[in-house]
């Protein structure tokens, strides 16, 4: 059977950050591919949605009825979907009925394979953490269904963009000098994701891989402190001095993670707990299923920062998730809405052309700034670390490009309409729920209006207490923020931005 005759290949998750590279390689490679994630508009944004051997659909594993839609007509289906939220509640629970769903709906559709990507780790040792250990009940729920699975076990991905290497660069790079807790030195076998993409695409064309698991990991077994020895070799950067301490959990490492890295605690502490055990490969079946050449460290390392480098990120960590687009934000009627809705808007009137301005737009954030009071938004960013949000340090993945769903330092991409419209939602720890928007509309007469408007839902008195106090910096930084952009895109406003919102709404 030629691959064109094969039945479509579904990946879940599709968004994420294996499965977002994984769906470009099987479509190169002549595969027809089905992509589930739970926003359609999310996906459309990825570069490789317009292929005509993709289709985009909507599906969420909590569903079972969008699961039976997703996975109708598939042979093989990825299952790439796992919770890394630590302190979501009862994380462990929906991640096995999400598992539960897949079994049916893939049985019901009579498909001929699963295939799962799992974490590593001895899953008798009495300290096991509940993240490995979910990720071992998902593998196991997926091998005791009706449909063959194949379930790959893998320790640390060494990739651009993956959490667990974003990590390592942050506190490598801004930290000359380490209190190391005893799970730095822990022996682990890291992978590269280049090596992960060839054992998952390789176990689609392979039936003998089928009802088994294999551990996967790359050719040298390290401990974490030698992975920053390497990578500040590779990133030429002086090879930091390490200070060993016997004591410091993995909750109080992911929350010195947190200050650190543009990682949150709530993924950071999975990451470090499943680093707290030995995380080697007890067996190398696949090697010999699936051979390819096995990169190093070294050489994993030198890929991911060169791709940061020339700015060819394909996926990050931060791309995983739901867009959570705000329902009062869609309905004009306050009441309807759920509340007032609190809002600071100015418009400038500009001498030039939209898509003249738009370069300046899209470029918001990242190392770019916020064209006014960059040291206010640098200070809001660090009170935003210091309340356990993300702040400013996420930065962008690219300087010039944007797509629905990138994170932008604490915001969200919700909207993206070149080159009139950019919706962002703020991820910020607010006591409620903040949009802000930049439009621009031509007027006429190689003229545009260029609209800033930042909205806010507030949850009770401290909501309302938060924007009035806010309230005079918004003031001073929008339209300070305005004029920026329109100097920074080289072009001149008729006029000093005005606000057109009530000044006290």
Request: net charge positive.
């Amino acid at each position: 059977m030629t691959i064109t005759d094969q039945k479509t290949v579904l990946v879940t998750g599709a968004t994420g950050y294996v499965a977002g590279r994984l769906i470009p390689l099987l479509l190169a490679s002549g595969y027809r591919v089905r992509t589930m994630g739970r926003s359609i508009e999310k996906m459309a944004g990825r570069p490789w949605s317009n292929d005509p051997n993709v289709e985009l659909v909507k599906g969420d594993i909590m569903d079972i009825m969008s699961l039976r839609k997703a996975v109708s007509g598939c042979g093989t289906i990825y299952y790439l979907v796992h919770s890394m939220l630590s302190q979501k509640k009862k994380y462990r629970h929906a991640d096995q009925i999400g598992a539960e769903n897949m079994v049916q709906a893939a049985a019901d559709a009579h498909a001929d394979h699963l295939i799962y990507l799992g974490g590593l780790g001895d899953i008798h040792h009495k300290n096991i953490s509940k993240h490995l250990l979910s990720r071992n009940e998902v593998g196991q729920i997926l091998l005791n269904g009706p449909v063959p699975a194949t379930v790959l076990r893998a320790a640390m991905i060494l990739g651009s963009g993956s959490a667990s290497f974003e990590i390592l660069r942050y506190l490598a790079e801004r930290l000359p000098i380490m209190v190391t807790p005893k799970w730095v030195r822990m022996p682990t076998q890291p992978i590269a994701i280049t090596n992960v993409l060839g054992y998952l695409k390789g176990c689609l064309e392979h039936l003998e891989t089928r009802g088994k698991t294999f551990d996967v990991g790359g050719p040298e077994v390290v401990a974490y402190s030698d992975l920053f020895r390497i990578f500040t070799k590779e990133a030429g950067l002086p090879a930091p001095i390490m200070i060993k301490v016997p004591v410091l959990t993995p909750r109080l490492s992911s929350l010195w993670i947190h200050l650190v890295t543009p990682v949150p605690a709530s993924i950071a502490q999975p990451l470090t707990e499943g680093l707290s055990l030995p995380t080697i490969c007890t067996e190398n079946d696949i090697t010999h299923i699936i051979p390819q050449k096995l990169i190093s460290c070294r050489e994993a390392i030198q890929r991911a920062l060169d791709r940061i480098r020339q700015e060819q990120v394909d996926t990050c960590w931060t791309d995983a998730g739901e867009i959570k687009y705000p329902e009062w934000a869609q309905f004009g009627d306050s009441k309807y809405s759920g509340g007032t809705v609190l809002k600071c808007g100015y418009r400038s009137t500009v001498q030039g052309t939209a898509p003249d301005m738009w370069k300046a737009v899209v470029k918001l954030g990242g190392e770019t700034g916020y064209y006014a009071a960059d040291l206010l938004w640098k200070i809001r960013g660090v009170l935003d670390i210091l309340a356990g949000g993300v702040g400013l340090a996420r930065g962008r993945r690219s300087k010039e490009r944007l797509n629905v769903g990138d994170s932008l330092d604490f915001w969200r991409v919700l909207e993206l309409k070149p080159p009139s419209k950019l919706l962002l939602l703020a991820e910020m720890k607010t006591p409620g729920e903040a949009l802000l928007e930049i439009s621009i509309t031509d007027t006429g007469k190689d003229q545009f209006e260029i609209v800033l408007l930042s909205r806010f839902l507030p949850k009770g008195l401290i909501g309302i207490l938060y924007w009035y106090v806010l309230y005079p910096f918004h003031q001073y930084v929008f339209a300070r923020m305005l004029n920026g952009m329109v100097d920074s895109a080289g072009l001149k406003p008729t006029g000093s931005p005005v606000r057109f919102t009530p000044k006290i709404s």
